[in-house]
């Protein structure tokens, strides 16, 4: 199944047609640039092209007032001062003749969208639209946008798919205020917000926008906003809210459709958002949230005023959406002070209503930097012309190797459809022979033995060449096998793996301190005091057939140890007996493949071949399916986490949820 694209020069047909220092960064141009970016690095001709159309009244008027309505029909036939005056009523918008028309083909664009993913003619996608639409509400323009395209959308969804559960995630500078008026009450909409905020000090200076606003009635829990309150936020910034906050509780809900109102003034050299994670980030994003509903993903353009780091980012998200391997994220650090003390609220905020939070940190461990008594930025606020040009590195390109998947097998299995098979017959330098008999077959002839082993080193090899993406292995031996590979991998001067063993069994037994190798055993007890610190034991009671305490430590410790450890390659080794879920397991192969630039290399035991095929759907970029929705997890398990989380605190800084961490 595609990815869509949706996408209409109509859009570009309206514009700013008066002097309005608020409103003139919001030019046609920043859908050609992006749209032509798509073309021009043939992303475009890899995606399905779905043309755009008018959204109806009814459908206008699942979200907005026909009084509203009736008011914005107007607008085409009003003069430029009619136009002017028209807007004054608003904050921060314009229109022009044809504005009304472009709002009806952005909201027209999203429900293309919502319906081709829905009815299964394509996995996810994306649609290039404008005026955006997080601000307008009810009633009312805001903030450049006129209809409110998501909020329509997902109503859209609900009624005309009776879906129970949709989450918004709005990665978009400005809060989406509109968006949260209009589910604030809803428990089948899950919106959430990360926002410049510096406590209201910037527009539109919302008390709603902040962390406490966290639903009301019915839908209490169901709105998250995490507050910026500074500017300068990195990719470590918005990684750990990813990870200790957004997808955690999005895994709790398990939604049947992710809208993204994808915004991009939060990237790099954005006017407006004055934030400085890098256009690749938006891989990582959107990678983190293909696992959600199916893979069920429809990213709708906001904001991004930046046309460079505009263009950039939509392609970043647009590849990724493709399938194409992730890149590798740039030297991440720890999350900045203002960013957890953000995460610490909200988690607490929040710890009433998600059971992945139930544990989070009261507030009262540090003092919640105060208000700045500061009066709002509109006094004397720079325009984005007097902003300082910001540069970064054009973004590394990601190609996809010419083979996604390789499998290495007995002769007599079956390869999964879809995979290649591994030829063993490739000739193993007689070296490199003599050091697998000496190190792993104490020299005894077995040839079986051998030909798997150096069929593993021939994969890794390939993976290490950009020959194939991703791999899996079944072997007779997998502790001896897991040992094999990360010794050939840490040979290589700057090679890392990551080892994630999954059930019970003994770590490797070459895992050295020098940081080459890190090795996450998630089973149901401690085999033994793990040796040394880059051996780290997660022990849950009941061990991996626990659905969510697999996630809560796969989100709350392995991904940022893992984007911290920043591997080239992940070694995903499933142990024999372990009891995890294939879902469980196709979710862990399905995330980890946003580290190493997806080199992913899967160990099976022979005895387990059971699970092989949906290992290779995973590999295959296949989204794995929901698991539904979480229990609780064991509060026995959540202490043991936390505390495993803070004895590594003084290694890892992307464990970091609280500000007083940094103890
Ligand atoms: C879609 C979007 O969220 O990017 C729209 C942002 C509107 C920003 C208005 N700024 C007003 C500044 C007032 N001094
Ligand atoms: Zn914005």
Known sequence: MGTALIYDEEMTSYKLLWDDPECEVEVPERLTVSYEALVRSGLADHCVSI??????????????????????KKTPHMSVQELKDFALQFNAVYFHPNSYHCAKLAVGAALQLVDHVLMGKVRNGMALVRPPGHHSMRDAACGFCTFNNVAIAAQYAKQKYGLKRVLIVDWDIHHGQGVQYCFEDDPSVLYFSWHRYEHSIFWPHLPESDYDAVGKDKGVGFNINVPWNKVGMTNSDFLSVFCHVLLPVAYEFCPELVLV?????????????????????????????????GGKVCAVLEGGYNLTSLSQSVCQTVQTLLGDPNPRPENLRSPCQSALESIHCVRWAHRRYWSCLGHAADLSSFQISTKPSGSPKEAGESTWKDKVAVVWPEPVKRVAPPVRTAALLSDEAVCPEGCKRLATSDKLDPRVAGKLRENFLEGEGDSEALSALSGLITLTEKMEKDEILNGLAVVRDITMATACVVQHVTMAPNNRVLVVCVGDGEAPSNITEDRKALVVRIGSRETKQSKCKNDIPVCLKKGCADVSGVIQAVFGLLLPLGYEFDPSLVLLVRMPGSEVSDGVWQQLTGLLQCLAQGHVLVLIQECEKSCVSPTACSLLGEPAPPLGQLQAP????????????RKLLADWTLLQTTAADTG
């Open 51 to 72: 043309p755009v159309r008018e959204a109806t009244e009814e459908e206008i008027l699942l979200i907005h007032s026909e009084e509203y309505l009736e008011k914005v």
């Open 634 to 645: 064991l509060p026995q398990d959540v202490e043991d986490m936390e505390r495993l989380r």
């Open 261 to 293: 109102s994808a915004g991009y003034d939060s990237g790099i050299g954005d006017p407006e958002g004055e934030m400085c994670a890098t256009p690749d980030i938006f891989a990582h994003l959107t990678h983190l949230l293909m696992n959600l509903a």
